[in-house]
């Protein structure tokens, strides 16, 4: 057990422990501006005990924004919101990485500058509703992006990664999972694209690997994670050969050098954590239904190298201390994960007042 209390280094840090809060969307950001709410530097301060913090999913642009109530990192606003939560943090000796998240098709005109019609791979409309401001609505028909366009939607993430240096990030996470647009690139089922972006395994890698190129560009590999969650089957992706797909892109970022692959858990009867493990070479994180007992095996077996946490961080943000004591831990509330104020967000019990 106690070597989920141990340091480990993670790019060009020494975290103080292995235990990594799992970027969350909790839907408090400001609507119309996407800078983060004052209560956020609450919330993260409070969690600053973890090894690491990977922040909520925050779009890079604003076509990248597919949730109400989510921040942003493209403006002077969003930028200084953000830096009053990095200051937080790290007064408590915390780490924390921003989570670029560009949510693709998986968005809705309603979160669109102007209305405008969300922008995907290839025009294919995901089945299943969005949340809007007024409610649950169906997904609608993307526009394909043009090759150019790429190239500015990956200069996005540059910009993106500039502006979260500025912020005082310690580094930034890539979000490549739960269907969102680098997965959107990467899975057969949503990219029919016929340029260099489309077709074979390595054309539809090439969108990450060109971010990740444009992340890396601006803080260096050392500060730049990748999370992944093959075949997690949400907001309705999927891939013709998954493994091979996933074995290519893994055998791909271990040329990078990068901080950390996070790898999450899903619903496949495949094990891809513990499969993918060795073609990396770097600092591994796994997350997803993990336990205390279960999140120490793995690290004292060397599959993971730290450990990921998302709704029993939530719920705990004293989590290390109350791993340490074995504590009883507090239930998640699953109402309050994405509505507004301070409930269910920083008036959890610590272990402290509990006693
Ligand atoms: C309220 C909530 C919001 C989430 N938002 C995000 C997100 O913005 N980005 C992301 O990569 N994963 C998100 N996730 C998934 C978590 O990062 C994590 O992978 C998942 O909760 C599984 O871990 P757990 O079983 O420890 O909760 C979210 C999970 C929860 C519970």
Known sequence: MDTLFSTIPIGRYTLRNRLVMAPMTRSRADDATGVPSALAATYYRQCANAGLIITEGTYPSPTGKGYVRTPGIHSQAQIEGWRTITNAVHAEGGRIFLQLMHT????????QPDGAIPVAPSAVQPAGKVY??????????????TTDEVSDVVNEYRLATHNALKAGFDGVELHAASGYLPEQFLSSSTNQRTDRYGGSRANRARFILDVLEAMTAEAGSDRVGIKIAPEMGFNDISDATPQETYRYLVEQLATLKLAYLHVARTKSEFDYRAWLRPLFHGPYLQGGGLTRESAAALVEQGQADAVVFGSLYLANPDLVQRFRANATLNAPDRDTFYTPGPHGYIDYPTLEAAV
């Open 104 to 111: 693709g098709r998986i968005s809705h005109p309603s979160l």
């Open 132 to 145: 809007t401001a007024t409610g649950p609505q169906d997904f609608v028909m993307p526009r394909a992006l």
